[in-house]
């Protein structure tokens, strides 16, 4: 009976965290160059309003920096923005650093981004490695841009051995400011974990069982739909600063298990001629179902989503507390994704639908229905870089 009571007071206080909608969009739409332009667009179908999907979000000074990889075709751009104080609905992106790189026929451009980091000097770290459709098939890079001169600082092209032309899924980054960046490939063909050495200009892949999916976790619902993929390691997160050495965690998007491995092993390419590494691998428990994005904070949390549950889980992994579950909406949490924070203690969701987008049999249709939700809660706390 006692126990019962306990267990009643604590998850009312879980309850607790308010979940506010920023942003909602029930499709995406532009800042076009001119009507001329949109009208062209809109008839040569490059771009399909339905079909734009977002998946990547951060914040940087009043800004929200957008990810939007190309599920379908008739995406014209793949990274764009908005103001902070933009309308609440339907809020015109524009496309970042502007039109011309997204619209690049060459392989210099910006192709298909899933996702990208910011650090705490303002570069945003841009995975242009979305590779699983036909929409391009050029080398998988790593784009640099100061946010600050929104000039392009660094272009990194990765070998065909690390990022697959035709495959390759890098889904998810964190900036570790010792000098490397640290990539999920959730390609069906060749999932790992990425590492990019800032110094040496240089890229190597980790490989390990633990960046399958696991088949008990397999075919979930989400909004009456049985997602059967069998999605590789998707969420990434690092422990915070100054906690030695720091800790690379990572789960798999079929799956509920989190990894986590030493970061000095991850710098050390020399060690993947063998395979003992593998024994760094740690097993660090379980969260409450399937997710996809993750993200950690200052005090190590780790905040995650839990599709089939239409829900964000909060969990101190390092911290020996079990994790628990902040908030669920069946009718508005609809795939949580990206995570981000901003510096006045508030951290954000956004949930995407993506599983839709996914599936090409589904059949997307413009309406009002809400597809794209930027979630904000109360955490008081910065990201793990800070
Ligand atoms: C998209 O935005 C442009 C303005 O940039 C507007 O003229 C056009 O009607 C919009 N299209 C849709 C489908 O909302
Ligand atoms: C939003 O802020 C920018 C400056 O940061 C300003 O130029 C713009 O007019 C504002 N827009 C709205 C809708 O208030
Ligand atoms: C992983 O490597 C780090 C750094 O060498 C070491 O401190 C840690 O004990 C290792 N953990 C396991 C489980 O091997
Ligand atoms: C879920 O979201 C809807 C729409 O915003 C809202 O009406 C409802 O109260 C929310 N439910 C919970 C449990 O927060």
Redesign the pocket.
């Known amino acids: 009976m006692l126990f019962f009571l306990i267990l009643t007071i604590s998850s009312s206080v879980t309850e607790s965290v308010t979940?506010e909608?920023t942003h909602q969009w029930s499709y995406i739409n532009f800042t076009w160059e001119s009507s001329i332009v949109y009208a062209e667009a809109i008839k040569s179908r490059q771009y399909i309003p339905e079909h734009v999907a977002m998946t990547g979000i951060k914040f940087y000074r009043s800004r929200w920096y957008i990810a939007l990889p190309k599920f379908r075709p008739g995406v014209p751009v793949t990274l764009a923005y908005i103001s902070a104080n933009e309308s609440q609905t339907n809020p015109l992106l524009t496309p970042y650093p502007d039109w011309k790189s997204n619209t690049d026929p060459t392989c210099e451009g910006v192709k298909a981004v899933q996702s990208f980091e910011i650090d705490r000097n303002g570069v945003l770290w841009v995975l242009d490695g979305f590779r699983l459709t036909p929409a391009t098939t050029c080398p998988t890079k790593l784009i640099c841009y100061d946010l600050k001169t929104h000039r392009r600082i660094r272009s990194f092209t990765f070998p065909k051995t690390i990022g697959l032309r035709r495959g390759g899924f890098f889904n998810d980054i964190v900036v570790d400011d010792s000098g490397y960046v640290y990539i999920t490939d959730a390609s069906f063909i060749d999932p790992g974990l990425i590492v990019f050495s800032v110094r040496e200009n240089r890229a190597w892949k980790f490989r390990d069982g633990s960046m399958f999916p696991q088949m008990r976790a397999a075919n979930f619902v989400v909004d009456d739909m049985v997602f059967t993929q069998l999605g590789t390691i998707n969420g990434i997160a690092l422990t915070p600063r100054g906690r030695n050495p720091r800790m690379l965690l990572y789960c798999s998007l079929v799956g509920f298990s989190v990894f986590g491995i030493s970061t000095e092993i991850l710098k050390r390419e020399d060690l993947l001629s063998s395979g003992d590494w593998r024994a760094n691998v740690t097993y660090l428990g379980d969260k409450q179902a399937q997710g996809d994005g993750m993200a950690m904070d200052e005090l190590g949390n780790l905040y995650y989503g839990l599709l089939p549950l239409y829900g964000v889980g909060k969990w101190k992994v390092l911290g020996g507390i079990p994790p628990e579950i902040l908030?669920?909406?069946?009718?508005?949490m609809i795939w949580p994704d990206s995570f981000a924070f901003d510096n006045q203690g508030y951290t954000y969701v956004l949930a995407d639908s993506i599983h839709k987008f996914a599936d090409s049999n589904v059949r997307l249709v413009l309406n009002d229905k809400i597809q794209f939700r930027i979630f904000k809660f109360f955490t008081g706390t910065k990201s793990y870089l800070f």
């Open positions: 979940f909608i908030y669920q909406n069946r009718s508005t």
